[in-house]
C-alpha cells in the first residue's frame, strides 16, 4: 500500500518543482525581458551614435507583475499544509519526527552524560586536592605545636638561667663584687 502511496508522492513533489520554477519564470521574466532589452538598447545607442539623426526611443512599460498580483493565494501556503490530507504521508512524518526527537533525546542523555562524568572527575580531584590539604594541615599543626612545645621549654630554661645568674650575682655582691 505504500508503494502506491510513493509514486503519488514522487509526481506530486514533481508537480510542485514544476510550478516552482513556472512562478520563478513568471515573476522573474519581465525584469529579465526589459534588463537583457535596455542591454541591447544601449548596444544600440552606441553603434547608433554614428547616426546622429536618429532619437532615443522612450518606452512607457508597465512595471512587472508581483507574485501576489499573479497568484494571490501562493503567499499564504506554507509547508505545514502539505500532504497534510494524506494519512500514508501523516503517518511517514509523525515517524521521520519521533526519529528526530528521539536522536535528540540520545545527544542529550550523551550531553548529560558527559556533563555528569566531568563533574564526577572534577569532585574526584577536589576530594584528592582536599584530602591532601587535610594532611599538609595536619602536619602544620603538628610542627606548630612541636615549636609550641619548644618555646615553652625554652622559656622555662630561661628562667631557670635568670634565677642562676640572680643566685651568682647576689653571691658575688655580698662578696663584695661590684658592677663596673
Known amino acids: 500500500m505504500s508503494s502506491a502511496a510513493r509514486p503519488s508522492g514522487a509526481c506530486l513533489k514533481c508537480l510542485l518543482v514544476v510550478f516552482a520554477v513556472a512562478s520563478a519564470l513568471c515573476v522573474s521574466g519581465p525584469a529579465l525581458y526589459w534588463r537583457f532589452k535596455k542591454g541591447f538598447a544601449s548596444t544600440q545607442s552606441l553603434s547608433s551614435s554614428s547616426h546622429p539623426g536618429c532619437a532615443p526611443c522612450v518606452c512607457d512599460c508597465p512595471p512587472p507583475l508581483s507574485l501576489d498580483a499573479i497568484a494571490p493565494g501562493l503567499l499564504n501556503l506554507s509547508v505545514t499544509d502539505c500532504g497534510k490530507n494524506d494519512p500514508e504521508l501523516s503517518k511517514e512524518m509523525e515517524k ?3 526519529d528526530l526527537l528521539t536522536e535528540e533525546l540520545k545527544l542529550q542523555e550523551a ?4 556533563h555528569a562524568h566531568h563533574m564526577n572527575a572534577t569532585l ?14 595536619e602536619k602544620c599543626i603538628a610542627a606548630t605545636e612541636i615549636c609550641e612545645e619548644a618555646r615553652e621549654r625554652a622559656e622555662a630554661a630561661l628562667r631557670k638561667e635568670k634565677k642562676i645568674t640572680a643566685m651568682w650575682e647576689r653571691r658575688a655582691h655580698q662578696l663584695g663584687w661590684q658592677e663596673a
Request: hydrophobic share 45%; charged share 30%; glycine share 0%.
Open 96 to 98: 521521520h519526527f519521533v
Open 111 to 114: 550531553v548529560a552524560q558527559e
Open 124 to 137: 574526584v580531584d577536589a576530594k584528592r586536592l582536599a584530602s591532601q590539604y587535610q594532611k599538609e594541615a
